[in-house]
């Protein structure tokens, strides 16, 4: 039988502490013949109702494989932990590979936030293109300003010259 067991940990206790914590739960059900089928760490999430005063909570998701002991045990282990504020346990009647739809959310915000940064860091290169092109633009625009300007001055001196030679 395949169980489902949901288990939020107290916020104020860190990452590290809350895998620390999932790691002791799971070797408890394997010390009794279960095994656990998935693992999912869901993060820090705002819950729908405060808790001992808490409005956030970190959530972890494992799914186990084993008899009914091996659930009592879990079951059991996570009572006797008070880091642990609540804990939901459901019978699964089928097995999926795939990741959970609350992980699945997690995942595609993540690859948003990175496609946004990658986005902001070519446009940021395109910028960065574009106001070298412009420093270096008017440099060139200069040099043959200059040469209008040379030219310009040369006119009046040959038609002041061509008005000498005719007079």
């Given at each position: 039988?395949?169980?489902?067991?949901?288990?939020?940990?107290n916020?104020d206790?860190?990452?590290?502490?809350?895998?620390?914590?999932?790691?002791?739960?799971?070797?408890k059900i394997?010390?009794?013949?279960?095994?656990?089928?998935?693992r999912e760490n869901?993060g820090?999430?705002p819950?729908?109702y405060?808790?001992?005063?808490?409005?956030?909570?970190?959530?972890?998701?494992?799914?186990t494989?084993?008899?009914?002991?091996a659930?009592?045990?879990?079951?059991h282990?996570i009572?006797?932990?008070e880091?642990?504020i609540?804990?939901?346990?459901?019978?699964?009647?089928?097995l999926s590979?795939k990741?959970?739809?609350?992980?699945?959310?997690?995942?595609?915000?993540?690859?948003?936030e990175?496609?946004?940064?990658?986005?902001a860091?070519?446009?940021?290169?395109e910028a960065a293109?574009?106001?070298?092109?412009a420093?270096?633009?008017?440099?060139?625009?200069?040099?043959?300003?200059?040469?209008?300007a040379?030219?310009?001055?040369a006119?009046?001196?040959?038609?002041a010259?061509?008005a000498?030679?005719?007079?």
């Open positions: 039988m395949y169980y489902e067991t949901i288990f939020i940990v916020p206790i860190s990452q590290e502490n809350t895998e620390a914590l999932t790691d002791g739960l799971v070797e394997e010390k009794v013949g279960g095994r656990i089928v998935k869901w820090s999430r819950m729908a405060s808790i001992a005063n808490r409005k956030r909570g970190n959530y972890m998701l494992l799914v494989d084993g008899s009914a002991d659930i009592k045990t879990l079951e282990a009572s006797l932990e880091r642990i609540r804990s939901l346990t459901t019978k699964l009647t089928e590979d990741a959970s739809p609350l992980l699945r959310r997690i995942q595609a915000a993540a690859k948003r990175e496609d946004a940064a990658a986005a860091v070519v446009a940021a290169e293109a574009a106001a070298e092109e420093a270096a633009a008017p440099a060139e625009e200069a040099a043959p300003a200059e040469e209008a040379t030219t310009e001055e006119a009046p001196a040959a038609k010259d061509g000498d030679a005719s007079v």
